[in-house]
């Protein structure tokens, strides 16, 4: 299926919001993490997103070069040729953006699909995310408030952080309290006063409750995702809404249980961005590979190796393979398996 339009993509999580389940965002770096990715959401029947961080599009770019929009841009020009291939409906997403990205990642991409909507196109991407946790609230929201007219005006999604998800992602760190990794009613209140609920433009809340980016074992780190409930019943009695009056993302989700995403995903979440554990899912399929097949895949005391095991092609299937199966366990765990508008 065709990537999804915009009503599409807000029909994805109204369904999901609706549902009660939430959608896998994997993190995707090159072409084979791609097709991994749309193998996984295939084989478990389940819509997703597909997202680029500035690093990501650093590499799309080519390592050697400084061209991060048009890396983003080019990945989202791959992903919109290949999806058609596949049964299922997915949607593109940039990741983080720290304010020192905004001038060379987020703003150019947006313009040019500013440009694209002009010319009677869809929006290259089909959500942003602003990433201003590492600045003061007021200077968070006020770019926040700039920003989402614009991606209101493309049919575009705007994903904001109110609070700080702790360790590191792509060369974005935060290190600090423990306090900061824990969103209050009072910080969510100030950024509906200052974007609204809806009326403005949509857009989604990535709310802390003790997360962090990267690697860790179960139980080393303190989650509250109770705390997502808390925050959802004062938001909704403050301004007399109906429950759950926020669409919530879950960020830097490595090592957590099932249980605490089934409360996480229960408390109005409804993206949840995976990296980490794809990655490794990947990178261990090659590494058993490599181990299983060293005499084939190294020239060995002048022997000539196994050309059909040394073909990138041979250990990238097996690659893709490894991470479509972590893609359908997330999917499991949010519950959105099975779950796809293209059905």
Not at 118 to 141: Q, R, T
């Amino acid at each position: 299926m065709p990537v999804a339009t915009p009503d599409q993509y807000a029909e994805m999580y109204a369904g999901a919001k609706a549902g009660a389940f939430a959608f896998p965002a994997i993190n995707v770096s090159s072409s084979q993490t791609i097709n991994a990715v749309l193998q996984g959401l295939t084989e478990a029947g389940s819509d997703g997103i597909l997202q680029v961080t500035t690093g990501g599009a650093d590499y799309y770019a080519g390592h050697t070069q400084k061209a991060r929009a048009n890396g983003a841009i080019a990945m989202a020009q791959y992903v919109r040729q290949v999806a058609k291939n596949y049964p299922i409906t997915v949607a593109i997403h940039t990741d983080h953006c720290p304010k020192p990205a905004l001038e060379d990642f987020l703003l150019p991409v947006l313009e040019a699909s500013e440009e694209q909507v002009k010319a009677g196109g869809e929006p290259i991407f089909n959500s942003h995310m602003w990433d201003g946790s590492a600045i003061p609230l007021d200077e968070n929201l006020e770019i926040a408030k700039q920003l989402l007219p614009r991606t209101a005006a493309i049919g575009s999604i705007l994903e904001v952080e109110i609070g700080v998800v702790g360790g590191e992602e792509d060369g974005v760190t935060h290190e600090g309290s423990n306090d900061a990794l824990y969103t209050t009613v009072a910080d969510v209140t100030q950024a509906v006063e200052a974007l609204g609920l809806g009326e403005k433009g949509k857009y989604l809340s990535a709310l802390t409750f003790g997360n962090v980016h990267g690697v860790y074992k179960p139980g080393g780190v303190k989650l509250r995702p109770e705390l997502l409930g808390e925050i959802q019943e004062g938001i909704a009695a403050k301004f007399g809404t109906a429950e759950k009056p926020l669409d919530l993302v879950f960020h830097g989700g490595s090592g957590s249980t099932d249980e605490e995403i089934a409360i996480a995903v229960r408390n109005g979440v409804v993206k949840m961005n995976i990296d980490t554990d794809t990655q490794y899912a990947f990178t261990r399929a090659i590494a058993g590979y490599m181990f299983e097949n060293y005499d084939s895949v190294l020239k060995v005391d002048g022997e000539v190796g196994n050309k059909k095991k040394y073909d990138p092609r041979a250990w990238g299937k097996i690659a893709e393979t490894a991470m479509a199966a972590r893609v359908v366990e997330s999917t499991k765990q949010l519950g959105s398996y099975g779950h796809s508008i293209s059905a």
